[in-house]
């Protein structure tokens, strides 16, 4: 496994959780969120791409529960598009399924009221995204 930061997007049509991870890609860890609708979003993306380095990106692919994409995975693969548009590193979709859910009842679990929290809700599901991608590139 390459060593370097690796950046996990759960893409929404209001806000995108965004997760990275440590250079040894130990740890995933909520970074920011992002709104989906600011008229500087690939500006503030290149900007983490600048100060992150990061040598893999993953972007969260909205799928039914049989696995088939959903009515929200053309836009995620619009904005895989538009990121192969800013920067030459690999970006890869990795099935999202349940991770915005289980990031809901975690925090929802930690005492924390998910309406209040749906910022932390999306960097939730990033983590979770990540996380899923870290443990199929150990695997490969």
């Known amino acids: 496994m390459q060593r370097g930061r690796r950046i996990a ?3 929404g049509d209001v806000r995108i959780g965004v997760a990275v991870s ?3 890609s130990i740890l995933a860890s909520p970074l920011t969120t992002l709104r989906s609708t600011d008229k500087n979003l690939l500006k503030e993306i290149s900007a ?3 100060e992150i380095q990061p040598v893999a990106i993953f972007v969260g692919r909205p799928a039914q529960l049989s696995g088939k994409d959903g009515a929200a995975s053309s836009k995620a693969h619009s904005f895989v598009d ?3 548009g800013i920067t ?3 970006v890869e979709l990795i099935d999202e399924r349940m991770s915005t859910v ?3 009842r975690n925090l929802r679990d ?3 009221n998910a309406k209040d929290s749906k910022s932390a809700i ?3 599901a990033a983590v979770a995204i990540l996380e899923f991608a870290l443990e199929m590139e150990k695997r490969k």
Request: charged residues 25%; aromatic residues 12%; hydrophobic residues 45%.
């Open 9 to 11: 997007f759960d893409y």
């Open 22 to 24: 440590d250079p040894d």
């Open 48 to 50: 983490l791409f600048l």
């Open 82 to 84: 538009q990121l192969k």
């Open 88 to 90: 030459n590193v690999p």
């Open 102 to 104: 289980s990031a809901a």
């Open 110 to 112: 930690a005492g924390r």
């Open 122 to 124: 999306d960097m939730a």
